[in-house]
C-alpha cells in the first residue's frame, strides 16, 4: 500500500517504568500542586434547568463528550426517580470562563430533564408509576409537578484556576472525563479516544462517518432519518462508525501492527492529528473514492461475510478491513473494476467456498496481521483478474 506524502506513522514504545523520586521531591510536587483539580459544588433546582440550559452559558457538547444515548423508556425512568425522590449522583461542569459552563458529564441527565419539560416526550416504560404512563410534563397531576419541581440536581464545578493554560486545561478535563467514565456505562474504546485524543484527524473520521453510502453498507441511519433512528444504532450511538473510518486509514499502515488492535489505533489516532492539511485533504478523496467503487461494485450488502453455514449475514469488519485496503491499492484501475462490476460481484466468493484454505481465514474473529494481510491477497487476487 503506498503512503500519501506527510502520511507518517512510527509505531510508539509504550514506556511503564516507574519513576524514581525521593519523598522530600515527591512532597514538593504535591506542594506546588501539579496536576491537582480546583473543585466547589452547587445544587440547581430541576425546574431551573431548561431556563440554564436555554441562557447559552451552558455547552452541551464539548469535544470529549460521547453522543447521546438514552432513549425515552431511560429518559422516563429519570423522572421517575425524582417523583420517588431516588439519590442522583452529581453532574460534573468545567468553568472555562466567568460562569460559563462545559458538562462534562451529565449530559444525559440534564438533556432528559429539558425534553420533558419543554414537552418533547411522554413517560414510557415507568417501573412504580405506571399510571402515570403517557402523559407529559403539561399532563402531570398537580401534586406530582410540584414534586418534580422541589427537586434538587447536585453538581461539582472543576474551577477555571484549576489549570494554568488552555493546553494543560485541555489535559486536566479529558483526564476527569475519562476517570468519571471509567465505572457506570464503560466507555467504548473509540469513545475514549475522542474524549482523550480530539483532534483535526478525529473530527474529519467523524465527518467521514457521515458518508451515505458507507452508512448503507453498514446498515446506519442516514441524516435525514433523524435522530431517534440514530440513536437505535449500537453502531452509530458507541461510535463505532468512526472508528471503523480510523480502522481504515491506520491499516494502510499494517506493517506496523503489532499487539493490541486498541493501542495501534490510539497511537495512529494520536499521531495523525498531527498531519498537515493538504495531507487530510488527500486522505479524505481516498477514503471517498474507495467506499464509492465498493459500492458501486458491491451494493448495500459488501461487507456482508461469506454465505457458509452458520455465516451471520451483516456487515463485517473482517470483510471490511481487507475489502477498503485491497480496493484503495487498484484506484487507479476503478474504471476497468466498474465495467467488469458483475463478473466481480458475482465472483467475489467463489474462491472461498471452493478452497478449504480461504474459508479458514475469513472464518473466526482472527485479526492478526497475517490473517488481514492474506484477506487483502484475497481480494487482491479477485480484481487482479479483470485489470487488464
Partial sequence: MST??????????????????????????????????????????????????????????????????????????????????????????YEYDYSKYEVMDGLQRLTSIFDYYTGQFKLEGLEYWRELEGKKYAELPEEIKKGIDRRYISSIVLLEETAKSEEEAKVLKQIVFERLNSGGEKLTPQETRNALYNGKFNKLCIELSKNDKFREMWNIPLENEGEKALLESDIYREMKDVELVLRFFAYRQLNSLSGSIKKFLDSYLKQANEFSEETLIELTDLFKDTIDVIYEIFGQKAFIQPPYKGAQQKPQKKIYDPLMQSVASKLDNKNQLLEKSEQIKKNKYNLIMNLDDNQRIFRGRNSTRIFVKKRIQYFDHLFEKYIT
Fill in 4 to 93: 500519501i506524502e506527510g502520511e507518517v506513522f512510527k509505531p510508539e514504545i509504550i514506556r511503564k517504568d516507574k519513576i524514581s523520586m525521593t519523598d522530600k521531591e515527591i512532597n514538593a510536587k504535591y506542594k506546588k500542586g501539579e496536576i491537582r483539580i480546583v473543585t466547589e459544588q452547587a445544587r440547581y433546582p430541576i425546574k431551573s434547568i431548561q431556563t440554564m440550559l436555554e441562557s447559552g452559558d451552558y455547552k452541551l457538547d464539548p469535544e470529549y463528550q460521547r453522543r447521546k444515548r438514552w432513549d425515552n423508556v431511560r429518559k422516563s425512568r429519570l423522572i421517575e426517580s425524582f417523583i420517588m425522590n431516588v439519590p442522583l449522583p452529581p453532574i460534573f461542569l
